[in-house]
């Protein structure tokens, strides 16, 4: 991509709505967008990052067995109905009428409707375990929308719904999806920790927040400085193993953790002192086992082996992609900008032209944009003619990892400089050995 052509609409001075640096960041470098109040854009700076956050949610979903779907965003009342939340849910449920005069709304969540795809269509255990995913917008009159996309009224939500023929059998699912988050999250370079939850208007009797320690977080949570030492489930594990999976949750549930509203005093300080953290942090997923609830409001049942008809346990669990962008932002910056782990970066590398126009320099950077694109990167080349001083401060700013700066008295000499946004380390190597060091 060159800047020259790009669309990177950079604000210069700080926007005085924003309150935290998250939602400061995504502002000034032209990823995000207010529309309304709650509602966002996502302009293509932050589209890249959204795509590259909900390819690891994918990948590690696929991986432990999750099978995408798309299901709509407006839904008919009548399914709430039959549940019983469609009066239970309140003002946070942005109700609407059809021409008509049928009622609708914009789903907040799809329980209701996952569960009518599956009595319809599913009626053996043979079929089962079954977990339904798909990464959707939702909407919710939040009383309190605020801090740009952490929380909005209309937000991504990647949420998946499990099926079980047994109890035993829905706790193997919430705990693939248990390990399945914490690959997720370290992937983008964040400690999640679970925290015993309370299950809310989903309902239900287990469940786990995921929440990034951020002083800046909506949530209280009391929990074991351990976590820090827990090991992160390895790209190999292998999601059909019940008691394998059993294992990672009963480790990761070992010591003490939970938010405010499940907090036991007690219990907590029964650690010791210096070993016990109270803090702030943003819940970035949530996961409940919530049994039969839907399913059996609902008659979302199968036939088991013995013949006869059973009601299927469930879960859901849900992750807030439109979140984790300024959770990882919140967690990753310094004075100067965003400084991007490298998962989920818009650009791998950002090629900075000190001189356009000058010979050498055009052609140096377009040699190493040329390879570095033919390599499979995502290269910003800033072409601009913009000054060399505003053109390190919108690289630092928009933070992508790699920055190789070529000015026309190293590229005289065949060298370019690489700079690391994270560590702020710079190092002079030759145009071929820069390139082989970022293909690599
Ligand atoms: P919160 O407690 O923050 O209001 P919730 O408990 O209502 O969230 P869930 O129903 O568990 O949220 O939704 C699953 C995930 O969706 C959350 O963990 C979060 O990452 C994301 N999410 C929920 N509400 C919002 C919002 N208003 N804006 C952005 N992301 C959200
Ligand atoms: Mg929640």
Redo the contacts with the bound molecule.
């Keep these: 991509m060159r800047l020259s052509r790009y669309y990177l609409p950079i604000l210069k001075e700080n926007p005085k709505e924003a309150e935290i640096v998250s939602h400061r960041l995504m502002l000034r470098t032209g990823m995000i967008r207010q529309q309304s109040q709650g509602i966002y854009s996502w302009l293509p700076l932050g589209k890249r990052v959204l795509d590259k956050v909900n390819r690891i949610i994918r990948e590690e979903q696929d991986r432990s067995g999750a099978i995408e779907l798309l299901m709509p965003t407006l839904q008919s009342a009548e399914l709430w109905q039959e549940s019983g939340r469609y009066d239970a849910y309140g003002k946070e449920m942005l109700r609407i009428k059809d021409r008509q005069e049928r009622p609708m709304l914009y789903g907040p969540?799809n329980e209701e409707m996952v569960t009518d795809i599956f009595r319809s269509t599913v009626k053996s255990y043979k079929s089962l375990p079954l977990n339904l995913y798909h990464i959707q917008l939702k909407f919710?009159d939040?009383i309190r929308p605020r801090f740009g996309?952490?929380?909005?009224?209309e937000?991504l939500?990647k949420d998946a719904y499990s099926f079980d023929l047994t109890r035993e059998g829905a706790e193997h699912s919430y705990n693939k999806m248990f390990a399945a988050y914490l690959r997720t999250f370290s992937r983008m370079g964040l400690r999640a920790i679970p925290m015993r939850a309370d299950t809310?208007p989903?309902g239900g009797n287990l469940s786990h927040?995921f929440i990034i320690l951020a002083d800046t977080g909506?949530s209280e949570v009391f929990c074991h400085k351990d976590f820090v030492n827990f090991d992160i489930p390895a790209v190999d594990t292998n999601f059909d193993d019940a008691d394998g999976l059993k294992a990672i949750f009963d480790k990761w549930t070992s010591v003490y953790a939970a938010t405010s509203e499940m907090h036991d005093e007690a219990a907590f300080n029964a650690i010791p002192e210096g070993e016990r953290l109270s803090a702030r942090g943003i819940?970035?997923?949530?996961i409940f086992y919530f049994g039969t609830k839907y399913s059996e409001a609902m008659g979302a049942k199968v036939q088991g082996p013995d013949g006869k008809e059973h009601i299927v346990h469930m879960g859901s669990y849900?992750?807030?992609p439109?979140?984790l962008v300024p959770a990882i932002i919140e967690a990753s910056h310094d004075d100067n900008g965003i400084i991007w782990p490298a998962s989920v970066a818009p650009f791998d590398a950002m090629v900075i032209n000190m001189k356009a126009g000058d010979e050498g320099c055009d052609k140096a950077c377009e040699t190493i944009y040329a390879a570095l694109t033919k390599a499979g990167k995502d290269v910003l080349l800033d072409d601009t003619d913009d000054r060399a001083g505003q053109k390190f401060a919108t690289a630092d700013l928009i933070g992508v990892p790699t920055q190789i700066i070529a000015g026309p008295r190293s590229v005289a000499a065949g060298e370019v400089e690489l700079k690391d946004r994270k560590t702020g380390h710079r190092e002079v190597m030759t145009i071929e050995a820069a390139i082989n060091k970022l293909v690599g």
């Design positions: 969540t919710r939040e996309t952490m929380r909005s009224r937000f939500m809310g989903i927040e909506e819940e970035v997923g949530h849900g992750i807030g439109t979140r």
